[in-house]
């Protein structure tokens, strides 16, 4: 999309990706994504905040006015700071803004000169005339170098990645229909770096924000709808059981059924993926408020079969707030490193093993009772820890 106003003087430069289905090779994009870039145009200088990623430099050149004298980097990844390279060579005179820590990584990412640069500290400010810029670090928003950009007059927050949603759309203002992009965005991008994304909060609530502008998606034109969003998935988990299973002959789909239905009995709310057919990114979601995850394997060649182990590696780097685990198992004839590997493959998540129910094969009357005396003692985990928050 071409030239958007926002505000006098302030516009919105939009490139919408309607085909990309994976981000990073990895991350599933079932509505596309956008790369949002800002042009605010003061009375005595312009300044770009964030450009697009470099497949669509073209559309960011032709969408530019004549001059430019500042393009603003918050961050260094290359679907914001991709098309740099191409603005330097068109605009000689203009310098880039970032900071510290975002200068060694553009130059080593886009081999940018290094007088180009100028670097700017928490809560520095740049005049553009009668328009003046806050810059604002958020560190580990996604990465180290991060900051957003804050317009004084105006009372935009130019946020970046932070309160991003992976939505190619048309619409320039979010509505509720933004909520799942903007949560399954969290759970990949922001969720691994909670504690610092709670402090950036608390942080950003001291300045007045008319208008939350991020560099994928919508913008916010009721900032707390966000802010609230975002409170409550940093929160504690919910009263809520992720099952991540295969099964490949029909014995761990039995042992799930039966733990399912004991969980659900208890009133508790289970989300259960078959990972043969899952989309990875509506796991990322339901991980956000669970507070035990299960893992139904077969064992294949003495490990977790490998749709478990890549689930597993996912969870590992998103790092969901979930504090116990439980592990379901087939397995043929042994299965002493299936559950190790298990064990082994989530280093980073602070969760307890509640208990293991292994079955050579089909599961017996007995040890579809062993699933239930798991559920059981996961349900009273669950009562523990909502009753404390009942009284
Ligand atoms: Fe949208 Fe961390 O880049």
Same mark, same amino acid.
């Given at each position: 999309m071409g030239l958007r106003k926002l505000s006098s003087g302030v516009f919105m430069l939009s490139a919408l990706d309607y085909d990309r289905r994976l981000f990073d090779s990895l991350i599933p994009l079932p509505d596309g994504t956008t790369y949002n870039s800002y042009l605010i145009t003061g009375s005595e200088k312009t300044a770009l905040?964030?450009?697009? =990623?470099? &497949? %669509? +430099? #073209? %559309?960011?050149? @032709? +969408?530019?006015?004549e001059k430019l004298d500042y393009i603003v980097s918050n961050h260094a990844e290359q679907d914001h700071s991709g098309a740099i390279p191409l603005l330097l060579e068109k605009f000689?005179? !203009?310098? /880039?803004?970032?900071?510290e820590l975002a200068k060694p990584m553009l130059i080593s990412l886009l081999h940018i000169d290094e007088g180009r640069f100028v670097t700017v500290k928490d809560n520095e400010q740049l005049s553009l005339g009668d328009k003046t810029l806050t810059f604002i670090s958020l560190p580990w928003s996604h990465w180290p170098e991060t900051m957003a950009t804050y317009l004084n007059e105006d009372k935009i927050l130019f946020s970046c990645d932070l309160f991003g949603s992976h939505l190619a759309t048309t619409r320039i203002y979010a509505d509720g229909a933004v909520y799942e992009p903007a949560k399954r965005y969290y759970a990949e991008i922001?969720?691994? %770096?909670?504690?610092? $994304?709670? !402090?950036?909060? +608390?942080?950003?609530?001291? %300045? =007045?924000i008319k208008l939350i502008a991020p560099s994928h998606g919508q913008i916010y034109n009721n900032p707390d709808f966000i802010f609230n969003a975002y409170d409550d998935w940093l929160g504690n988990p919910k009263n809520s059981v992720v099952v991540l299973y295969v099964s490949m002959h029909g014995s761990v789909k039995k042992m799930v059924d039966a733990l399912v239905d004991s969980l659900a009995s208890n009133g508790i709310n289970v989300r259960q993926f078959n990972?043969?057919? +899952?989309? $990875? @990114? &509506? /796991? *990322?979601?339901?991980?956000?408020? !669970?507070l035990t995850i299960v893992v139904a394997t077969p064992t294949v060649r003495n490990m977790p079969h490998p749709n478990v182990i890549y689930a597993l590696s996912? !969870?590992? /780097? /998103?790092?969901?707030? *979930?504090?116990?685990? #439980?592990?379901?198992?087939s397995y043929g004839w042994s299965n002493t490193t299936t559950i190790a590997a298990i064990k082994n493959s989530v280093p980073n998540l602070n969760i307890d093993l509640l208990g293991i129910v292994g079955c050579k094969g089909q599961p017996t009357e007995k040890e579809l009772g062993a699933v239930k005396d798991l559920a059981e003692e996961i349900n009273k985990k669950h009562t523990a820890v909502f009753s404390d928050k009942a009284n």
């Open positions: 905040i964030d450009t697009v =990623d470099p &497949k %669509f +430099s #073209a %559309f960011l050149l @032709g +969408s530019l006015p000689p005179d !203009a310098k /880039i803004i970032c900071t922001m969720m691994p %770096f909670a504690k610092f $994304i709670k !402090a950036h909060l +608390s942080k950003l609530r001291n %300045f =007045d990972l043969a057919k +899952s989309d $990875i @990114g &509506k /796991i *990322a979601i339901a991980l956000v408020d !669970a996912i !969870a590992n /780097i /998103i790092v969901p707030k *979930a504090k116990y685990l #439980a592990v379901l198992n």
